[in-house]
C-alpha cells in the first residue's frame, strides 16, 4: 500500500489500460517504461508518486478473442492480464497501481459516474448508424475508410451498424473544450498532437454512443441492462478506479480524495481523441476536475517499416529483455527516439547504441578510471574537495549545470535530449582522462595532479549515473556501489533520504576518501544473435 505523505508534493500518472486481446506489444512496452522513467524521475526530485498501469478487459474484441480460443472472457483476461504484470517486472517498471477492468470496485465507480452523467442530461437513447472497427473499438467516419470499408489503422473489415444505442452529448462541450484548449495551451502534448485535436473539434463534435446492443462482455447501462456500456467508457473511468485503496469503500468520493487529478496520461498517437477530447467532456460533465496534461507519443515500427502480425515482423518485449535485459531496452528506446515522434527498432542499431554509450562510453570510463584508483591511490575515493575544484575544470564547467539542464529535459519528457546532454559529460571524461594521461603524471611524481584527475573523473561518472537512473537504474546502481556507495535506484521507500536530487545532481558531492567497491564491467558488451526477435 502507498502511504501518503501530506507534505510532500504529488505526482500521478498513467499508462494506458491495454487491451488483453493478445500479448504485450513493442508498443505497450514503450509508453509504460517511458512511465516509470518519469515515475523515477519524480520520485528523486522528492515527490509522492503513483504510477498506475493495468488492463482494460472489455468489449466486443475481447469477447471474440476469448471465443476464438475456446476460453471463456475471464479466464482469458486473466491469463492475459498476468502476462502483462510479469512483462513490467521485467522490464524494472514499478507501478504502484495495477487496475483491471474487470475488478468489482470498478462496476461500482462505473455506475455512480453513469448516474452522475445521467443526472446532468447528458446521456439520451438514439439510433446508432455506421461503420464499426473492432479492433479500434469505435466508429468510423466513411471519408476515414479505406477501400472496402477497411479501418486505415488495422487494414481490417469494418462492420456496419444500425441500432439503438446510448449517447453521450458530446455536442454539449464543443465550447468548454475550445475553451479549456485555449486556457491551458499544455493540456495537450507534443504540439502536433495538440493541432491533431483543435483541428478535429474545429470540424464540430458529434454526440458519441457509449452503449452497444448484442454484447454481454462489458457492464450493463445501469438502468437498462439489455445494453452493454461500451468498453471506452468504462476504460477510462479505470484512471479513477485506480486510485482506491485497497480497503477503501469504491465511491468516487474515496477515489478522487487524495491522488486526482492526475498530473499526467501517457499516451500513444492513436488513443488521443479519446483522452484529448472524449474524457474531459465526460468528467465535465460529471463535474470532476480534469487531468493536467496528455501527452501522445510516436509509433514504433521496426526495421523503416509498419510493424504487424500480417507482415509477421513484430518485436516480443518479453523475447528483447531476456536476451538483452531490463536497461538495455529501456535505454535504447529512451535514448534512440525522439519521444513524441514515431521511432524505429532496428536489432544492429539496438546493440551498437548500447556497446557504444554503455559498455565504452560510461563503463570503460569507470572500470579503468577505478583501476588507476586502486594503483595510484589506495583503493580510496582522492581526498579532493568538489567544491574547491575551479570553475573553468573542463568537466567542472558541464557538471555544475547539467543537474538543472537533464532535469528540464526530464520535465519536458526529452528523454533523448536528457541521454545526449550527460553523454556529452561522459564523451568529455574520456576525452580528458587521455589528454591528462594521469599514468604520465604518477610517473613523474605529481600525485596531487593524479588525484585531482581521477577525483573529476569519477565525480563524472558519479553524476552522470545518477542522472541516468531513472533509465538504466540497475547500471546507475552498480556504478554507484562500485564508487563505493549503499545505495540502490530500486528502493522505492529509500530513494528521497538517500539519493535527493538537490544533492546529487550536483557536481562535486564525491566525498574524498571513500573506500571504493571492486571494479567491474557495469555493462557487458551485447553479443549480435544468430537469429533476430
Ligand atoms: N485499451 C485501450 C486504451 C484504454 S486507456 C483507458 C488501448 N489499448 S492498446 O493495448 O491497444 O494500446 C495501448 C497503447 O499501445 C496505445 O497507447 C498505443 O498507442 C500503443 N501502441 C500500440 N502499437 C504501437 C506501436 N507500434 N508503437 C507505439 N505504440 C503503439 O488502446
Redesign the pocket.
Known sequence: MISIDTNKEKFALTT????VNDLP????A??TIAADVIARFQRLQGKSVLLITGT?EHGQKIQRTAEALGRSPQAHCDEVSAGFSQLWQQLNVQCDRFIRTTDPRHAAIVKEFFQRVWERGDIYLGQQKGWYCVSCEEFKEERDLLEGHRCSIHQRETEWRDEQNYFFRLSNYQTKLEELYQQQPDFIQPEIRRNEVLSFVSQGLKDFSISRVNLDWGFPVPNDPGHTLYV?FD??L??VTALLDPDNEPTLENALAHWWPINLHL?????LR??AVYWPAMLMSAEVPLPRRLFG?????KDGQK?GKSLGNTIDPVALVNRYGSDAVRYYFLKEIEFGRDGDFNETRFINILNADLANDLGNLLNRTLKMVYKYCDGKVPAVVGAEVAADHPLKAIGVTLGDRTSQSYQALAFSEACEAILALVRMGNKFIDEQAPWSLYKRGEQQAVEQVLYSVLESVRLAAYLLSPIIPNVSGAIYQQLGFAVDFNDRSLIDVSLPFVTHATWGILPGNQSLGDAKPVFQRLEAPEAVI
Open positions: 494506458p489500460l491495454y487491451y506489444h513493442i508498443g505497450s514503450y509508453t482494460d471506452w476504460a477510462l479505470g484512471y499516451i500513444g498517437k492513436d488513443i479519446f483522452h507519443h510516436g509509433f514504433l515500427t510493424m
